[in-house]
């Protein structure tokens, strides 16, 4: 037992040195993970955005459609930087970028008005953007049908109904929307939250196929095993455990920011978090020496790794749900961490729902540290004999 | 002044004879470099297919609700029927506790609850203010898309029916009641992606961001694998006769040229073709935008590339960027929320400027004037990138040759030696 740990400490020790021989190391396990922390966190801190530019085509110049105009500019969403003078010149701005909509105020709105002849107000929105394309519809929407019940409202005053009976029929069925489990309705609850993981997961998966590749690719494997008592366990546990600490640690910073600093509601305890942010790295560390115990060569195992990597930006689901994708890939996504780490946070951190409905999560993400068993003695072989290792000319 | 004259001829004109044997030479090191050949043509070939396939229902329908009628009058049925019939939402509970819609919920076998009060019916017969409450799922942007617009479609029209309904009873004509209860008429008009669907969203800058991505490593792994190869770690090759930094880039850059300029029309022709994305855009208009990005990425690509030493350095320090550069593109988060450091940092990267200006072009139909901010930074970028791509080359030209005059003058003893260290 001693003799093993005594083992495990040695290889540990070459794969430090190693990792300081190399800036590569540093750069990928350390400076840039903390550096898209940063970036994802600095860049969606507004939460929802605001001021976005939209123009007013007033055909009509009168008191009304002055009125709409600014009713519409002074939402938080929208900022009216123009008015323009035809839908033509409108159509142009939002083609060139300049506004991510605008709305039509007819000729003769306010004698239509005046006179009930029912005007037709247009509004036309940028829908090429997500985000940006459904705000701006619920945001004019909502606009629109507020001052159109205002002018209800005026018409039943003049026409002499009291006016605690005008507000039951103006709007006989209310509306209350509950948003469940993120009553800010704040983006980087949606999207920070997901991203930064499925950015994680890149850098652990390439560094672990770089680190066991290098040793095959620069025949220095040998050398590794003789340390390690020949045995792969062995091995293979001392050399990855200072990523599982480094990518660990990192982990934990980006939850720091999260739970803290972004103030993302968390329903869990420390140790919770903790828990399945280690099975996380571990998962993908398995996953990596899946990859390149399968294809030992390390060109070969390294575009695996970043094939599937990136990959696991639309399959874990979170923009695009699972649910609703041909049905081949519902099974595909489970083959990704990162969708049952995912699953793990909204019920479990975000919703605060009870253990059983993130049990589940938490076995998938064990079920991948079997995964290098399936491959561990054709890793080993390929340690052993060095028969990957590509021919190369030297000129 | 004669004899300079006659060196500078001399000198385009071997530059012009080695150009083609620099691009040919390109060609063989990329076919003949598996690994490569896998992310230059595999990767742009297969993603687009594979994302079309993966968000091919483009949009979150009959997205499953649970109802908790509290109700149970005609009216309330009425109202899950019309539910029901949007095309947002599906009932697949019906009148059950909110207990019991709660655990469905916990189980996601539903995405959403809507309650009808008790008061439901009696309200509207009493000419009372009743309100519907839904839960929606905010753990989805999609989730909650779809249950907001189910959902306040049906209140709004079953709102107005029951105003039109009761102005009648007060004695006003049908038409006079519709103007009353709704004086003012919306059109909503969404434009370039009508049906909001999230293919047509996302994969148009999913296209652009692999031809820039998969290049760019392209160029650092060859880069990277050509330093290992040579015996002294150099990126040029030690070669008795001197080559022209500018001829290397340009001889380079057309490989890689010739290589996107077809693959585009494959990505950006073919693929919206077939999955029938936006396709507004014309050839002129495409030509006019996608000839600066390729070149831009080319000489960005280049020029980053002679800080690769080996060959994996260039996958392991590019492939995350595939992320953050989609958000600096601005499709995801509006630009008018940028900070302006991210609007600077936004502006080095080719990918940022050409997605927005092909969903631009592809998806509303902005001509080549409408998109002259973003055209004018591509090429502005060709420029910069072209001149430091040169410069960054000269300098490893000039460093081998350095080399090789140094090597050169020792003993052949001396170079053996340091050529079995080196290696």
């Known amino acids: ?395 | 002044m004669e004899n300079n004259n006659r060196n500078l001829f001399v000198q385009i004109r071997e530059g012009l004879y080695s150009l083609p044997r620099i691009w040919m030479r390109e060609f063989q090191l990329i076919f003949s470099d598996w690994g490569v050949m896998i992310l230059i043509f595999a990767v742009p070939i297969i993603y687009p297919m594979l994302y079309s396939f993966i968000y091919y229902p483009e949009v979150v329908r009959d997205m499953p609700v649970a109802v908790v009628d509290l109700s149970h009058s005609a009216d309330s049925r009425l109202f899950i029927r019309n539910i029901d019939a949007t095309p947002d939402l599906k009932v697949t509970a019906n009148s059950v506790s909110m207990e019991e819609a709660i655990s469905m919920f916990r189980n996601r076998q539903v995405r959403g609850i809507i309650q009808i009060p008790e008061t439901f019916s009696s309200g509207i017969a009493l000419h009372r203010q009743t309100t519907i409450s839904t839960y929606a799922d905010m753990e989805f942007f999609l989730y909650y898309k779809a249950m907001l617009a189910g959902t306040s479609f049906v209140v709004l029209e079953t709102g107005n029916q029951i105003q039109i309904k009761n102005l009648m009873n007060d004695g006003l004509t049908e038409m006079q009641a519709e103007v009353t209860a709704r004086p003012v008429k919306f059109v909503d008009n969404a434009m370039a992606n009508q049906a909001g669907g999230f293919a047509s969203y996302g994969i148009p800058a999913a296209l652009i961001l692999i031809i820039q991505q998969t290049m760019i490593i392209a160029i650092g792994i060859l880069a990277g694998t050509t330093r290992e190869r040579h015996v002294f770690g150099t990126l040029v090759p030690l070669d008795r006769k001197r080559m022209g930094a500018f001829r290397l880039v340009v001889g380079k850059s057309g490989a890689y040229f010739t290589i996107y300029a077809l693959l585009s029309v494959y990505m950006l022709g073919m693929i919206p073709e077939w999955f029938g994305y936006g396709q507004s855009a014309g050839l002129v208009e495409l030509i006019a935008l996608i000839a600066p990005f390729i070149l831009s990425s080319i000489f960005l690509g280049l020029t980053l590339s002679v800080i690769f030493k080996n060959r994996e350095s260039a996958m392991m320090i590019y492939l995350f960027t595939s992320i953050p550069l989609l958000f600096l593109s601005g499709i995801i988060w509006p630009l008018s929320n940028f900070s302006t450091i991210w609007s600077i940092v936004r502006d080095i990267f080719p990918s940022s400027n050409a997605i927005f200006g092909y969903i631009k072009m592809n998806s509303l139909g902005a001509s080549i004037f409408e998109t002259r901010k973003e055209i004018l930074t591509l090429w502005i970028q060709t420029g910069t990138y072209f001149l430091t791509a040169c410069i960054t080359y000269g300098f490893q030209v000039n460093f081998s040759e350095h080399l090789r005059g140094k090597i050169a003058s020792l003993p052949i003893k001396a170079i053996r030696k340091r050529m079995t260290t080196e290696m």
């Open chain 1, 1 to 395: 037992m001693k003799s093993i740990i005594t083992n495990i400490l040695e290889v540990e020790k070459r794969e430090i040195d190693r990792m300081s021989s190399r800036g590569l190391y540093i750069i990928v396990v350390l400076i840039l993970p903390v550096l898209s922390i940063l970036f994802f966190s600095s860049l969606l801190k507004e939460g929802v955005p605001t001021k976005m530019p939209i123009a007013i085509v007033d055909l009509d110049n009168t008191v009304t459609s002055r009125k709409i105009a600014r009713a519409i500019d002074v939402t938080p969403l929208s900022k009216v930087t123009e008015f323009l003078q035809s839908e033509t010149e409108a159509m142009s701005e939002l083609r060139t970028g300049n506004i991510y909509g605008f709305v039509v105020l007819p000729e003769n709105l306010q004698t239509d008005i005046l006179e009930s002849h029912q005007p037709v107000i247009s509004y036309y929105y940028q829908n090429g953007f997500l985000i940006a394309g459904g705000l701006m519809q619920n945001d004019l929407t909502l606009i629109l049908n507020t001052l159109s019940t205002g002018i209800n409202i005026q018409k039943r005053e003049a026409m002499g109904q009291p006016e605690n009976y005008i507000m039951t029929q103006v709007q006989p069925v209310q509306l209350s929307t509950h948003q469940l489990f993120n009553p800010t309705a704040s983006y980087p609850a949606y999207i920070t939250t997901i991203i930064l993981p499925i950015m994680l997961q890149l850098f652990i998966l390439l560094i672990t196929v770089y680190c066991i590749g290098i040793e095959i690719k620069e025949r220095t494997s040998h050398e590794w095993l003789h340390l390690s008592d020949k045995s792969i366990i062995i091995a293979l546990t001392g050399k990855l455990l200072p990523y599982t600490v480094i990518f660990f640690s990192v982990m934990m910073f980006q939850n720091f920011m999260l739970y803290k600093v972004m103030q993302i509601p968390n329903h869990t305890s420390l140790s919770w978090i903790m828990l399945g942010s280690l099975m996380f790295v571990l998962a993908y560390q398995a996953i990596g020496v899946f990859c390149v115990g399968l294809l030992p060569m390390m060109r070969h195992s390294l575009n695996m790794a970043a094939f599937y990597g990136i990959l696991a930006l639309s399959l874990c689901g979170f923009s695009f749900p699972v649910e609703a994708m041909p049905p081949v890939f519902r099974y595909w996504a489970s083959g990704f961490p990162v969708r049952h780490y995912m699953h793990i946070f909204q019920s479990q951190i975000l919703a605060g729902f009870e253990l059983k409905y993130s049990i589940p999560s938490y076995i998938c993400l064990l079920i991948f540290l079997l995964l290098p068993v399936i491959i561990i003695q054709r890793l080993k072989s390929a340690l052993i004999y060095q028969t990957f290792i590509e021919n190369v000319h030297k000129t």
